[in-house]
């Protein structure tokens, strides 16, 4: 009996939304060689909300850097959305930026002589949408935010926390299929924090996949997933759950106040 | 680690602390500490006792009556203790000479004992606020368990680390659940909640430095 044996396709059917294979990164400098990435795998799938943590040092950043284009690996491969993407150019990555990645970072980064509505409005026209259809993202994304009665403002009159919400609106109004944060909430205090936070786990809820590196608990714990990157490697990969009930979250409180 | 090592099998517990550094008889301190059960839940008993009369030394009341009065003050971030944790807890604390009791007659119901508070009671409430309380913990049941495994032939640190971690961060989540939930609610229950959240970071902040260090 012959068995039927399927030929490999020719297209990679990736379930996955983002695929790292051994990527590595050196630096060298004066000091000499510095391996910040040693041979990282990691899978995301689309709809996916996974936090890194690590020591300062680490590599978080330099993980994300390379996610997003921002800085080449030394070796690896990167595929997002079933296309190879690590050898890609410069002129390339930035659009696939506009189009399919969004950037969240601890210091916001915003344009500072344009007003909140436009830093938006500009980041949904580069992305490809129409000049309507950028109005309209940038009014529904200000709204959602509660950002509305801000838009004719320039970001440098804003608090932190409200920066840091445009800079969200910002990086979504280009409907990215992931969205990247480095230490968003870095910069701000506690409460600013939580409404950044809670805002990041709304925009998860449907369904926008992200990848966010900080030093902050909190903020890790509200991804599905936890990645613990050490020296440069993954040390653990682990899904987190709340415990079940509320009466276990109390134990907890009891433990830490007792 | 060798050090810990080092000093924690120096520590039979019959054993004097080795001398040696400061550092090395406080980690040996620890290590005794640990070893004897009754004292790792010995922190809980205050966490219901010094409620109880304070609570009690607004009125006197009964067991179902401090039950509530507790669920009421500090709502849901608080572990509400069954009726019989109050009762065996009342019981000691009448031992004690902290409170007395009598029992009141019912007609339509079974008796009910009705607890108040003694003078001594009350130097002991008091007391107890004016007290600093304890500052950061010197045990820790985790960090014990760290220094301990490879004698116990677990020496997958990093594996013990990661679980810790997944703990901690799943508590950290439940928190942040309990925290949304009280969301504009009781402020007592608020704080509560901030409070274990900021522990918990130290906790898992912690975690990361044995990590960096031991591993």
């Known amino acids: 009996m012959i068995r039927h044996v399927p030929r490999p396709p020719t297209v990679r059917q990736d379930p996955a939304l983002l695929r790292l294979v051994g990527l590595t990164k050196v630096f060298r400098g004066d000091g000499g060689a510095v391996r910040a990435i040693r041979g990282v795998d990691l899978t995301v799938d689309a709809s996916e909300f996974v936090a890194v943590m690590g020591p300062s040092g680490s590599g978080k950043s330099t993980l994300l850097h390379m996610i997003g284009g921002l800085e080449p690996p030394t070796s690896g491969e990167i595929w997002f959305d079933g296309q190879r993407v690590d050898g890609l150019s410069q002129a390339h990555w930035a659009v696939l930026r506009r189009r399919s990645i969004g950037f969240v970072f601890q210091f916001f980064n915003l344009v500072s002589n344009m007003t909140v509505a436009d830093n938006v409005e500009l980041a949904a026209l580069l992305g490809g949408a129409s000049r309507r259809e950028a109005r309209a993202r940038r009014e529904e994304l200000l709204s959602e935010l509660g950002l509305a009665s801000k838009a004719g403002t320039p970001p440098a009159r804003l608090a932190g926390g409200e920066q840091q919400r445009v800079a969200i609106a910002r990086a979504l109004a280009g409907r990215p299929s992931l969205l990247l944060a480095d230490e968003p909430t870095g910069n701000l205090d506690s409460s600013n924090s939580m409404d950044v936070l809670r805002l990041l786990g709304r925009v998860h809820a449907r369904g926008q996949a992200i990848v966010l590196v900080t030093h902050d608990a909190r903020a890790a714990s509200m991804a599905d997933r936890v990645i613990n990157l050490f020296d440069g490697m993954v040390a653990d990969d682990a899904v987190i759950r709340a415990p079940v009930g509320p009466p276990v979250a109390a134990a907890g409180v009891l433990r830490l106040s007792g | ?215």
């Open chain 2, 1 to 215: 680690m060798e050090g810990y090592e080092h000093v924690a099998r120096q520590c039979r517990p019959r054993d004097r602390p080795p001398t040696g550094s400061a550092f090395a008889v406080g980690v040996c301190q620890y290590v005794l500490e640990a070893l004897r059960p009754q004292r790792i839940y010995a922190g809980r008993g205050p966490v219901v006792r010094l409620p109880l009369l304070a609570l009690l030394a607004k009125e006197p009341a009964h067991g179902y009556e401090l039950k509530n009065l507790l669920e009421q003050t500090f709502g849901e971030a608080y572990p509400s203790p069954n009726i019989g944790q109050i009762y065996v807890t009342l019981q000691r604390l009448e031992r004690d000479g902290l409170v007395s009791s009598q029992d009141v007659v019912q007609t339509t119901r079974p008796n009910k004992r009705v607890y108040e508070l003694t003078p001594a009671g009350r130097d002991a409430l008091a007391a107890w606020i004016e007290d600093p309380s304890d500052g950061p913990r010197v045990r820790d049941d985790f960090f014990m368990k760290l220094v301990l495994s490879p004698l116990a032939g677990a020496t997958d640190r990093l594996a013990l680390i990661n679980r810790q971690r997944r703990h901690y961060l799943s508590l950290m989540r439940g928190l942040s659940g309990l925290a949304d939930a009280h969301e504009g609610g009781s402020r007592t229950a608020r704080l509560l909640i901030e409070g274990a959240v900021l522990h918990l970071q130290a906790d898992l902040d912690w975690l990361q430095r044995c990590q960096e260090e031991l591993l």
